[in-house]
């Protein structure tokens, strides 16, 4: 499939957007494939959050996903293994000093983010839930951080905010591992701020939206930069260094072993190479 820029909300296959009570909802749409992101859905999910930063109606955003995942990451068949992959690593080569345009769309989005995280965020899924400033999770909602099973490193969610969310020590224990924790363990190390039932998701997180909603707009905007000013840094800094390590990393036998392990659902035989 290939990259099409800026796609109108109207025409998004894979994301549905829609804004409501100054509140602008995302929520990833590709159920059957466990909404793993491809080119064309990394690029509508980059537009919908600019449709969102356009909008001066939109206050808050609400992003989430159709049942029964929140996001299992690239689409492994086809970023990994596919036609996609040569795109996939030019595409980050040239986007240095900065990170991916889709984690750029969605960290520099100035209206506060809350991730309705609805089931498993595993990968650049997990990546995303970080990018939002606040994270609750249903009782079915696991985490992990798998990338170096892979053979890649994680984007900047991992290296950047996860250590300032969890600490360093839980943070480097699942970017080296690879585990998946549940939301309980995810709250109990302060990744989530709560945990709901299952079908109590959406109706908790809207509840928040709306008490965040209700406040001054442009106090909002400048809350949002001071925190991620003084709780984060500097972005390019690292969102260069891992666009550049990663477009090395896709050129290796390891990753394309641990690209063909997942596939073939069996353990990956790394070679250092």
Not at 14 to 23: G, S, T
Not at 61 to 75: E, N, Q
Not at 100 to 110: I, S
């Amino acid at each position: 499939m290939p990259f099409i820029a800026h796609v109108a909300p109207e025409d998004f296959e894979f994301i549905l957007y829609r804004v409501e009570d100054h509140i602008a909802y995302v929520t990833l749409n590709r159920p059957e494939r466990r909404n793993a992101l491809n080119r064309r859905m990394y690029d509508e999910l980059e537009s919908a959050f600019k449709a969102a930063q356009k909008d001066n109606d939109v206050r808050c955003v609400v992003l989430t996903a159709a049942d029964p995942a929140f996001c299992s990451g690239d689409d492994v068949k086809e970023i990994m293994l596919g036609e996609e992959r040569d795109q996939s690593v030019a595409r980050l080569r040239s986007v240095r000093p900065r990170p991916t345009p889709a984690a750029v769309a969605v960290l520099e989005c100035d209206r506060p983010v809350i991730a309705a995280v609805n089931g498993p965020a595993v990968g650049w899924g997990m990546e995303l839930a970080l990018f939002a400033d606040i994270r609750v999770a249903s009782e079915n909602a696991k985490f992990g951080e798998i990338f170096i099973k892979r053979g890649l490193i994680t984007d900047v969610g991992g290296l950047w905010r996860l250590p300032a969310l969890v600490g360093p020590s839980k943070a480097a224990e699942l970017v080296f591992t690879g585990d998946v924790i549940d939301a309980r363990m995810a709250k109990d190390i302060g990744l989530v701020s709560d945990v709901v039932p299952h079908d109590d998701l959406i109706e908790h997180t809207v509840r928040i939206a709306k008490k965040i909603a209700a406040n001054a707009p442009l106090a909002l905007r400048f809350m949002k930069e001071g925190m991620r000013k003084f709780s984060y840094g500097d972005l390019d800094e690292i969102g260069g260094w891992v666009s550049a390590t990663l477009g090395t990393l896709f050129e290796t036998e390891d990753h394309k072993e641990g690209a063909l392990s997942f596939v073939e659902k069996r353990e990956p035989v790394f070679k250092g190479r």
